[in-house]
């Protein structure tokens, strides 16, 4: 018989248990610090109608997004974001939700995009959002639970810049160069600062504004750079006035003050998000040793979600890690680290009818807490340390011979430093392996 | 505007937050059930191409599986199960696992199947397996862990039944007939029982085999019917002879009786499973108040999952959790509730510009690992306490005025009694809310 080769998609990946371990252990991180918020979970269908997800469609979305027809005919596609769904979520369950209504969704989408480093056509999102809530108290949450959830993964706070500006005080600065009926160009070509660089956002914005109004652009979008927030703050307000939004960005401003939260957060008016949909806050969170990888957490306010789909409006305040980038970022930077077994410990095997008595120990064990794995096949005991330290499991249990107590007199194996210790019982041992 | 009408598609569901919250936590438990073994998770694309996921092809699952034409012009499927995903990824990453491999793995799969009362076109599957062991220790790992992970989820061992019966043993009986060669269409017809009942199991064989040997075997699948595993299987002995098979059925025995875990072990000969590849032990997991939703988890042992992708045999032993299933029970059976919040406690909002305040406070809260919401809006505060019902939020805390102690010194109100406790501190309140 010939045999297919196995191989994945281009831009698609499979997880081995070094990294998914690691990624669960992520998602789980993340998920503790939602719900220690209240934030409750939902799911939507992997896929949808097409015309539910692409309703406004065109352009790049519509290029990348998987789509075809099913077996009834229909015209479907795989979600590419957890926007979209949300939104179409939100206008159908509409009477059955408590409003403010503080939802997280974790889960893949699909984009056929080019692979370039680090892009992949399926990816993980974890989307965090309060709906009918237009209130400062509720970007506030938004922006805590972005310093919480990046602080529970990658550690310090000397590590975490999280950048926020406001799309109203961008617009109003824009209107006093007469150029708002161009904003949502200049907008998505100053989110490109990160990537092309200070003289790549000056050639976009000259063919859309001119040189004049570039320039002044390019200006405006430095204020405040190395300056704290009230400072900054002030710059902003004496460039482009004072409004709505300076307000928030001050009640912003004192609510991570009395939460005792100030650090990590920067005002800086070259954050825009390129998406269309913000009208409020936007923010973006950068890891400082890695500068380069881009924003990990964004997010910001949008005045009418379910538009498409309702005629009431639902506005809202929402954040999404890109777990993806995130995990590569903390590969890269060494903090993550995982082998081939869940296991603190192994039972070794010599003989192959007592794998009931095995797991009886074994079971033991996990009731006080300890993971145990059972190895299964009898094998020498110098193999069974060699399987132990290759899976990264810490210590192996030598069962004792029928006359020197078996299950319940047996050896402990500390695999790193080659250690026996002799005639324990269970008790004994799983202190001495939690004590560590 | 023109609205569109939110809809999902037949044969898919949202999850509202009861219900997700549900899930997750199900997941959650059998996730930190499998660690406890040792085992590690793994995950494969959504997508892949549809060769390997059809290989073998024909018949039913290719009707039912999501295939279509990428933008790159490949031939894709949404994979359908996790088993096909597995063989491939094993072929694949051979040289890079450690045998024998304990891996797991949770992810939706996808079917166009006909939508019946409690079938989806997308639904959750857990998988556990253990590749690359042939030894009967590995087999009851499995059966083991089938038994740990549905008694985490469903309660006590008199409400579970855990059938088992080996493939080579029914092949057996069926040489002893000279009906081997139609052991295929036997095996599937026999594994209708539970839908189809006996009667209909007797029409099917009668056309497979004639009626004299269909009254045989409707005999034998009876046989050890409310007996005992070890009567049961005597009598399987008397009737089909010894083999490998029956000595294996024995050794298990054995180690379930070693490992004190022999309730819930019955020995049926009319469990098959109707897929091909099985080749030894098989199982079926009911539910012994719920019996008529057929089994939650099912699986068996398999002589050579990669030999569409291999030329390198690798057999292996595994089992499969129907998420949906299972939680459909457990719903009918009222042992699943949670409400619209994730958190035990909520701060209220009585003034705006107090929000900072309100979340280093339940930060404090957070920390001492109490869920804790902050309420966003100002509202009247029987409006709150109303919310904090609704959401089912067991206790509400309300900040003092200014010079009654404002944050540090509050009243605290449980929702249920409609009792208040004034002048509190979070350590106080902490503890009244955690020794509840």
Same mark, same amino acid.
């Given at each position: 018989?010939?045999?297919?080769?196995?191989?994945?998609?281009?831009?698609?990946?499979?997880?081995?248990?070094?990294?998914?371990?690691?990624?669960? !252990?992520?998602?789980?991180?993340?998920?503790?610090?939602?719900?220690?918020?209240?934030?409750?979970?939902?799911?939507?269908? #992997?896929?949808? +109608?097409?015309?539910?997800?692409?309703?406004?469609?065109?352009?790049?979305?519509?290029?990348?997004?998987?789509?075809?027809?099913?077996?009834?005919?229909?015209?479907?596609?795989?979600?590419?974001?957890?926007?979209?769904?949300?939104?179409?979520?939100?206008?159908?369950?509409?009477?059955?939700?408590?409003?403010?209504?503080?939802?997280?969704?974790?889960?893949?989408?699909?984009?056929?995009?080019?692979?370039?480093?680090?892009? +992949?056509?399926?990816?993980?999102?974890?989307?965090?959002?309060?709906?009918?809530?237009?209130?400062?108290?509720?970007?506030? %949450?938004?922006?805590?639970?972005?310093?919480?959830?990046?602080? &529970?993964?990658?550690?310090?706070?000397? !590590?975490?810049?999280?950048?926020?500006?406001?799309?109203?005080?961008?617009?109003?600065?824009?209107?006093?160069?007469?150029?708002?009926?161009?904003?949502?160009?200049?907008?998505?070509?100053?989110?490109?600062?990160?990537?092309?660089?200070? %003289?790549? $956002?000056?050639?976009?914005?000259?063919?859309?504004?001119?040189?004049?109004?570039?320039?002044?652009?390019?200006?405006?979008?430095?204020?405040?750079?190395?300056?704290?927030?009230?400072?900054?703050?002030?710059?902003?307000?004496?460039?482009?006035?004072?409004?709505?939004?300076?307000?928030?960005?001050?009640?912003?401003?004192?609510?991570?003050?009395?939460?005792?939260?100030?650090?990590?957060?920067?005002?800086?008016?070259?954050?825009?998000?390129?998406?269309?949909?913000?009208?409020?806050?936007?923010?973006?969170?950068?890891?400082?040793?890695?500068?380069?990888?881009? &924003? $990990?957490?964004?997010?910001?306010?949008?005045?009418?979600?379910?538009?498409?789909?309702?005629?009431?409006?639902?506005?809202?305040?929402? #954040?999404?890690?890109?777990?993806?980038?995130?995990?590569?970022?903390? %590969?890269?930077?060494?903090?993550?680290?995982?082998?081939?077994?869940? #296991?603190?410990?192994?039972?070794?095997?010599?003989?192959?009818?007592? &794998?009931?008595?095995?797991?009886?120990?074994?079971?033991?064990?996990?009731?006080?807490?300890?993971?145990?794995? $059972?190895?299964?096949?009898?094998?020498?005991?110098?193999?069974?340390?060699?399987?132990?330290?290759?899976?990264?499991?810490?210590?192996?249990?030598?069962?004792?011979?029928?006359?020197?107590?078996?299950?319940?007199?047996?050896?402990?194996?500390?695999?790193?430093?080659?250690?026996?210790?002799?005639?324990?019982?269970?008790?004994?041992?799983?202190?001495?392996?939690?004590?560590?």
């Amino acid at each position: 018989m010939t045999t297919i080769k196995p191989r994945v998609l281009k831009g698609f990946r499979d997880f081995l248990p070094p990294q998914e371990l690691a990624r669960r !252990d992520m998602i789980e991180t993340i998920e503790r610090r939602f719900r220690s918020f209240g934030f409750v979970p939902i799911d939507t269908p #992997a896929l949808e +109608y097409a015309e539910i997800l692409l309703g406004k469609g065109g352009g790049e979305t519509e290029k990348q997004v998987y789509r075809f027809t099913d077996h009834g005919g229909r015209d479907v596609a795989l979600r590419f974001d957890l926007t979209v769904p949300f939104a179409r979520f939100a206008a159908e369950h509409r009477s059955g939700l408590i409003l403010p209504f503080k939802r997280y969704h974790i889960a893949k989408v699909w984009r056929g995009e080019n692979t370039q480093r680090g892009r +992949y056509r399926e990816f993980t999102q974890c989307d965090f959002d309060i709906l009918g809530s237009d209130c400062a108290a509720a970007d506030f %949450e938004i922006l805590l639970m972005m310093r919480c959830c990046l602080l &529970s993964l990658c550690g310090t706070k000397t !590590d975490l810049t999280i950048r926020l500006n406001h799309r109203g005080l961008f617009n109003r600065f824009l209107d006093s160069l007469g150029l708002r009926d161009k904003s949502a160009d200049i907008l998505r070509q100053v989110d490109k600062l990160g990537k092309t660089g200070r %003289e790549g $956002v000056r050639e976009l914005l000259e063919e859309t504004t001119g040189e004049r109004a570039s320039g002044k652009i390019l200006e405006y979008i430095s204020l405040g750079e190395g300056e704290d927030y009230r400072k900054a703050l002030e710059q902003l307000k004496a460039a482009a006035g004072e409004g709505e939004d300076t307000r928030r960005l001050e009640e912003l401003h004192r609510y991570m003050k009395d939460a005792g939260a100030e650090d990590c957060f920067v005002l800086d008016p070259s954050i825009t998000r390129g998406l269309d949909y913000y009208t409020g806050l936007v923010c973006e969170t950068f890891l400082n040793r890695l500068p380069g990888i881009g &924003s $990990v957490c964004s997010g910001g306010r949008y005045d009418n979600l379910t538009e498409l789909y309702s005629r009431e409006a639902a506005g809202g305040v929402g #954040a999404s890690i890109g777990l993806d980038r995130l995990q590569a970022a903390l %590969e890269e930077l060494g903090s993550v680290e995982s082998g081939f077994s869940a #296991a603190a410990t192994a039972i070794a095997c010599l003989k192959a009818e007592d &794998s009931g008595k095995a797991q009886a120990l074994a079971e033991g064990f996990r009731r006080r807490g300890i993971r145990c794995e $059972v190895f299964l096949e009898p094998k020498k005991q110098t193999q069974q340390f060699i399987l132990a330290e290759k899976k990264g499991i810490p210590w192996v249990i030598i069962p004792g011979t029928e006359d020197a107590g078996g299950f319940d007199r047996f050896t402990l194996r500390n695999i790193a430093a080659r250690e026996n210790r002799e005639g324990l019982d269970a008790e004994t041992a799983a202190r001495i392996m939690t004590t560590r």
